[in-house]
């Protein structure tokens, strides 16, 4: 049974697939007006593949934006507080956000570079 305190991974699974199919379309069209303009790829061919994730991949995606969600909030709160006011509004989001994104993307790669450095200390032992 999935935490309830955690975003249902069918609901992330449904984004990442309209995400992953628009992006498919997007690079369809590219290629389609590379080869109308007369440019030929010089790689391999891609063939049209669905994309798919696993189950603990969509598990860990959907703790990771909770976790990102609820960050946010408490930020745009201190803000909101800051201020006087007893909601969020867009303006409290917009103003924390440059520095939230930093944050969280170097939160994000110690995390995995840890993890990538335990995996090399393994291989050389």
Same mark, same amino acid.
């Given at each position: ?10 609901? &992330?699974? $449904? *984004?990442?697939?309209?995400?992953w199919?628009?992006? /498919?379309?997007?690079?369809? %069209?590219? +290629? !389609? ?5 007369g ?30 969600? &609820?960050? $946010? *909030? ?7 507080? /800051?201020?006087?006011?007893? %909601?969020? +509004? !867009? ?17 994000l ?17």
């Amino acid at each position: 049974m999935e935490d309830e305190r955690t975003f249902d991974s069918d609901l &992330i699974h $449904a *984004i990442f697939k309209i995400v992953w199919t628009h992006r /498919a379309q997007e690079r369809a %069209r590219k +290629e !389609a007006d590379d080869v109308m303009a007369g440019e030929v790829a010089a790689g391999p061919s891609k063939k049209n593949r669905s994309t798919s994730a696993n189950t603990n991949a969509l598990k860990l995606s959907s703790e990771l934006l909770r976790l990102f969600v &609820i960050e $946010a *909030i408490q930020r745009a709160t201190t803000i909101a507080d /800051a201020e006087g006011s007893t %909601r969020i +509004e !867009a303006t409290h989001l917009e103003r924390i956000l440059p520095q939230f994104l930093l944050d969280f993307s170097v939160y994000l790669c110690s995390i995995y570079g840890r993890r990538i450095l335990q995996g090399w200390l393994k291989v050389f032992d």
